[in-house]
């Protein structure tokens, strides 16, 4: 769920990806007000800060326009959160002798909030005694700390002292969100998503278009709601979500017998995944010459999956998707009632905005009780509301 989060930025070349952060934190759900130190403005202006979190920057501490819009008091108040990316040695310093000679050194003393730092800087600087003696009085005060990494640096030279990417920064706020309370707590949820992938020989498949995007969010989504969560996924290229059990499949056949494995601890099952309908009738371990190969394919039905589960005994509440090209609303309730669903997710594709391979989506919720519009939005923000949506309809159920 989104916090309000306070990013200070200190001076270092780091600071323009600090840029791509703020775009994820807000894509994420969060709301983003930055505090610059006056070095900082040096590598980024405050400007694109403005533009990209949507807010005044804060960047003086004893200027009475910017204290009269939001004075540091007020940003301490307004800060669930303060994450200080990059975090210079300098900062680090001055934070750990309780200086508050500039806005966010201030904000930092005044807020209750936990602070994390995201250091940045050249090796020698971050192994040289004085910043370690700095960071374990920090870390003694209740700082927490997100890095550094080791790789090539802006000087240079090569060591311990990279940001952490946006994305792992990210990831780490995930990871110790806290967890909403919700009728899914404690519940096991299992969530297919991506493709699968049914070959013809060593090097051809066939497959459907999917990246995976929204089932992954839904899993670590339903991770935050407090649920257990089992992720069985086809090929994707995405990280391993934190914390959710993830099981790598590649064909229909293999995701089925994974979601049976699974089903008898089940409470939920969403399948998000985009199956494919059929495999080919035989395969080879061999790659085939083309002379080998005919030009029309003998295909099998494969199972679907969802079937399987609504048949189950006990069967768990059973979520599907229904990607369409036309008559969304049509084949979704056909299909909610065919495969014995209690609800299901539509959307359509082939838009020029959402679906497939894209980074949001536009969805509609149908159940036996009606019908909810979910407005075009990152998939990463769209899966807390349909999580909590579902916790919601799940809970009603079972009173
Ligand atoms: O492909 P279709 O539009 O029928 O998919 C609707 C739902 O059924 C989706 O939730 C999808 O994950 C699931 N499905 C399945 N096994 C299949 C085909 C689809 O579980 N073989």
């Not at 306070?6 to 994820?24: E, H, N, Q, T």
């Not at 900082?40 to 804060?58: E, M």
């Not at 007020?74 to 508050?100: C, D, K, T």
């Not at 993830?246 to 969403?270: C, N, R, S």
Request: aromatic residues 6%; proline residues 6%.
């Amino acid at each position: 769920m989104g916090q309000s989060i306070l990013l200070g930025i200190s001076g270092g070349i780091a600071a323009y990806k600090s840029v791509d952060l703020v775009r994820r934190l807000r894509e994420h759900g969060h709301i983003v007000r930055v505090v610059m130190t006056q070095a900082a403005q040096s590598f980024v202006t405050p400007l694109t800060f403005q533009a990209i979190s949507g807010h005044p920057v804060g960047c003086n501490l004893l200027d009475a326009a910017s204290e009269a819009a939001m004075d540091h008091i007020s940003l301490a108040r307004f800060a669930e959160r303060v994450i200080i990316a990059p975090a210079s040695a300098n900062i680090m310093a001055r934070l750990a002798h309780g200086m508050a000679n500039d806005l966010l050194t201030s904000v930092c003393l005044a807020t209750t909030a936990p602070i994390t730092l995201v250091p940045a800087m050249n090796h020698r600087m971050w192994h040289n005694p004085i910043t370690q003696a700095n960071i374990a009085r920090l870390q003694q005060f209740g700082f927490t700390l997100w890095g550094p990494t080791e790789g090539a640096q802006a000087c240079g030279e090569y060591g311990l002292g990279r940001m952490l990417e946006p994305e792992e920064i990210v990831r780490c706020l995930e990871s110790t969100a806290p967890i909403m309370t919700s009728p899914l707590a404690g519940k096991n949820i299992i969530i297919t998503a991506g493709p699968t992938r049914e070959p013809l020989d060593a090097i051809r498949f066939i497959s459907n278009r999917s990246s995976g995007k929204m089932g992954y969010a839904l899993a670590v989504a339903a991770q935050h709601y407090g649920a257990h969560v089992t992720l069985i996924s086809g090929p994707v290229a995405l990280p391993q979500p934190n914390h959710v059990r993830l099981v790598k499949v590649e064909t229909a056949l293999e995701m089925q017998q994974a979601v049976i494995q699974h089903l008898p601890q089940g409470d939920i099952f969403i399948g998000a995944a985009a199956v494919a309908d059929f495999r080919p009738e035989t395969s080879s371990t061999h790659k085939y010459a083309k002379d080998e190969l005919s030009t029309t394919l003998a295909l099998t039905l494969n199972p679907d999956i969802i079937e399987t589960v609504t048949q189950f005994l006990p069967r768990p509440f059973t979520i599907g998707f229904a990607a369409q090209t036309h008559d969304v609303k049509l084949h979704a309730i056909r299909k909610l009632t065919e495969k014995n669903m209690d609800v299901i997710i539509a959307n359509q594709v082939g838009l020029a905005e959402g679906g497939f391979d894209s980074d949001v989506n536009t969805v509609d919720i149908y159940s036996r009780d009606g019908q909810t519009h979910f407005p075009c939005q990152p998939k990463t923000t769209l899966a807390y509301q349909l999580i909590k949506w579902i916790g919601d309809y799940y809970g009603a159920q079972k009173i």
